[in-house]
């Protein structure tokens, strides 16, 4: 079995994969340094590159590849399925910051700490009440899957109560009550903040429109760490001019970068991150021991068993 890896192993990492068989060979490249024979003679691609394009994805000798991300939306998804290319994604490894890092935006936002950020580039010293708690909060969680779940933890150890969005609304840990998908614009005038974190697919594109957003609380905030695409911009900064939703934390956009005339940079009541909830130092780690576990697997039943992607459905 060929791996190549686009991915940077520690000597360590490179041991532990050689170990598993001793019918493996491993590889370790950037994109720019793999061969076309590198390319096209893979059993196994850890990582992604567009290079792949061109080469293994048509090869009919590639079988499997190891995303580090947990989105899958820059792979081919239809030509991979019409090769019979089995895709996990590195869903999991992410979940610990990007949950964290949605619990501060909604702290930031009660404790006015997104203000005070601001207050103090002018040398201002100001007291802004009424100021709030997390405590009691109702949160909505749009895509309640591996991030959700640590997030819907970290909320009820606040004393906050969590709803979870599901594509059929099956129980899920630390979830209160869930709904589905077709449920949405009932579910978002639940809540006091509306946590997207859904996948970029043909059915979630601008999912976040006018509509969704009347519906919710006038005193709501809207969070997303998902994707870009399924919120309507324009639509959104509608809903915070005319005060329809009482403000917005944003890591993801479309287009990105956000363009720098963009009314959202200077809105009070938005915080506007650069798409890093997703970063962390601890993250190759993580998604190493998912690639490890697969491979590990794949070669003891045939077939990879965390995180396999549905190329029909993009997730």
């Not at 079988?63 to 019979?84: C, F, N, S, Y």
């Not at 999991?92 to 990007?98: E, S, V």
């Not at 993801?252 to 997703?278: Q, R, S, Y």
């Amino acid at each position: 079995m060929k791996i190549l890896s686009f991915i940077d192993l520690t000597e360590q990492q490179q041991s532990e994969i050689l170990e598993l068989s001793k019918d493996i060979s491993l590889e370790v490249k950037s994109p720019e340094e793999a061969s076309k024979e590198d390319l096209t003679e893979s059993d196994v691609i850890y990582g992604w590159s567009n290079r792949l394009n061109d080469h293994s994805v048509a090869n009919g000798h590639l079988k499997w590849i190891q995303t580090i991300r947990a989105g899958v939306d820059a792979l081919p998804l239809d030509h991979l399925r019409e090769e019979d290319i089995v895709v996990t994604s590195g869903s999991g490894a992410n979940a610990i910051n990007i949950a964290e890092q949605t619990l501060a935006y909604m702290l930031m936002f009660v404790r006015k700490l997104h203000l005070s950020m601001r207050d103090q580039d002018n040398d201002y010293w100001n007291v802004d009440e009424p100021y709030d708690e997390v405590f009691g909060k109702k949160v909505l969680i749009v895509g309640a899957g591996n991030i959700g779940s640590i997030l819907g933890r970290y909320c009820k150890a606040l004393g906050m109560s969590t709803i979870g969005i599901r594509r059929t609304a099956k129980p899920t840990e630390y979830m209160d009550e869930m709904m589905s998908m077709d449920q949405l614009s009932e579910a978002v005038g639940k809540a006091d903040f509306v946590v997207n974190i859904l996948p970029d697919t043909k059915d979630t594109v601008n999912i976040f429109d006018k509509v969704v957003f009347e519906k919710m609380q006038k005193n709501s905030i809207y969070i997303n760490i998902g994707r870009g695409k399924t919120t309507d911009t324009n639509d959104l900064i509608d809903a915070l001019e005319s005060g329809q939703i009482a403000g917005a934390a944003l890591d993801v956009f479309e287009p990105e970068p956000l363009p720098a005339d963009n009314p959202l940079w200077d809105m009070k009541n938005v915080i506007v991150t650069p798409h890093n909830a997703g970063r962390s130092k601890h993250y190759a780690e993580r998604a190493f021991k998912i690639f490890k576990k697969n491979l590990k697997s794949l070669l003891e039943n045939g077939e990879v068993a965390e995180n396999v992607v549905d190329l029909k459905r993009g997730y």
